[in-house]
């Protein structure tokens, strides 16, 4: 088994700048993408906002493009996520998920509990 720990959420003032952690452990073999999504208040989907992939192919969703970015750090099995120019609509409830391959070669989708994002305006 594999566990997703999310870090680094809060409160912060419309303009500011937040930077998001998560980071695998567990029975690892290899880790494809991973990513960040977000569910925000009153919805009931989350929506993509960023993905990485373990060659550094990035993508993004167009409401963050520029003002977000995404990298990893493939030996400590960790991605971050830089949050600049944040707007109220960025408040959300952020979760980390990574498509991982374990020691026995079993491979699937794996979500961390979130972090919350607030963004005051």
């Known amino acids: 088994q594999a566990q997703l720990v999310e870090s680094g959420g809060g409160l912060v003032q419309a303009g500011g700048s937040l930077r998001l952690s998560c980071a695998a452990s567990?029975?690892?073999?290899?880790?494809?993408?991973m990513g960040w999504y977000r569910q925000a208040p009153g919805k009931q989907r989350r929506e993509l906002v960023a993905?990485?992939?373990?060659?550094?192919?990035?993508n993004y969703a167009d409401s963050v493009k520029g003002r977000f970015a995404i990298s990893r750090d493939v030996a400590k099995n960790t991605v971050y996520l830089q949050m600049d120019s944040l707007k109220p609509e960025d408040t959300a409830v952020y979760y980390c998920?990574?498509?991982?391959?374990?020691?026995?070669?079993?491979?699937?989708?794996?979500w961390g509990r979130g972090t919350q994002v607030t963004v005051s305006s």
């Open positions: 567990g029975s690892i073999f290899s880790i494809n993408t």
């Open positions: 993905t990485i992939t373990s060659d550094g192919i990035t």
């Open positions: 998920s990574a498509y991982i391959t374990n020691t026995a070669r079993a491979s699937t989708d794996y």
